[in-house]
């Protein structure tokens, strides 16, 4: 459904942008500093694959000069905060906000969230049922195996009424271990986000999901199980620049182009096949 959407992005290799860009801005510029502001800088954000790479894309033909924006395509979920961290990015555009402070935590990183742009949502698909009310007791259940992904994942469970939280548990803070009745004595199997797909494929009965992963099996929102019951900003997909560059020049022009018109439009579209909910306001509508 989103292949027509969803355009290709040539990978760039991470060698080929550390020659030019090897603070994540084009060299010979002082992003903070504001020296040289006549010649063009070079942004470098990291993303993984679409819709985020597409988004970049539109951001890219709509950012103000002197800025460009130039994308580092990576494979997994670890690598744009290290672009990012290590200085080889200026910024990345792949995470919500929980998925970022867990690596700030982890690796006494900087990181920052500046502008929340699309919450994408999420859900349970099986291979199996075809109702909440088919579920069997005992089945297996795959969600995320990061802690911010689990806790989305079993808060989803939760307002279907398949299991119970701990309420002296602030919501954004549970984990499986904080589950205090689990009626249906389900299976729960932690599997790295990017791997949720196969484990579909692979015949767990539910599994949660993103429709950006999901739809490599070919699948949409309107096939799941059951959805996430409204928005929250708490997961929308966030733009994302070390702590330093937080309020520079650079990081502002980068906030205008992801919230563009253009930008704005392309969430629309999506929006409309029950792929996501853009995080900011229509910028025609203020």
Avoid: W
């Avoid at 990012?84 to 006494?108: G, I, L, R, T």
């Avoid at 919501?171 to 986000?193: A, G, M, Y």
């Avoid at 900011?280 to 203020?286: C, G, I, M, R």
């Amino acid at each position: 459904m989103f292949s027509k959407k969803f355009k290709g992005l040539l990978f760039l290799g991470t060698a080929a942008i550390l020659a030019a860009c090897g603070n994540g801005a084009e060299e010979g510029n002082d992003v903070e500093n504001g020296t040289d502001e006549t010649e063009p800088t070079t942004l470098v954000v990291a993303s993984t694959m679409p819709p985020m790479t597409d988004i970049v894309e539109i951001a890219a033909e709509n950012i103000a000069e002197p800025y460009k924006i130039e994308i580092m395509e990576v494979s997994d979920n670890v690598q744009y905060n290290e672009a990012v961290q290590h200085e080889e990015a200026y910024a990345s555009f792949s995470q919500h906000e929980p998925f970022m402070e867990q690596y700030n935590d982890a690796n006494d990183g900087d990181l920052v969230a500046i502008q929340t742009i699309y919450d994408p949502i999420v859900g349970y698909y099986s291979p199996v049922y075809n109702s909440i009310d088919e579920i069997e007791d005992g089945a297996e259940i795959a969600i995320p195996s990061d802690k911010s992904n689990e806790t989305r994942a079993l808060l989803v469970l939760a307002e279907q009424g398949l299991i119970e939280l701990d309420e002296n548990v602030a919501p954004i803070d549970v984990t499986l271990q904080d589950v205090t009745d689990n009626p249906h004595d389900f299976k729960f199997t932690s599997i790295d986000l990017l791997n949720l797909t196969a484990a579909y494929e692979d015949g767990v009965e539910l599994v949660f999901n993103l429709p950006t992963y999901i739809a490599s099996a070919g699948l949409t929102p309107d096939d799941a199980l059951f959805l996430e019951s409204e928005d929250n900003d708490l997961f929308a997909l966030t733009v994302v620049v070390r702590e330093e560059n937080e309020y520079a020049e650079a990081t502002q022009a980068l906030v205008d182009a992801f919230t563009s018109q253009a930008v704005y439009d392309f969430l629309t579209e999506l929006s409309e096949v029950n792929h996501l909910y853009p995080s900011f306001k229509n910028p025609s509508a203020e």
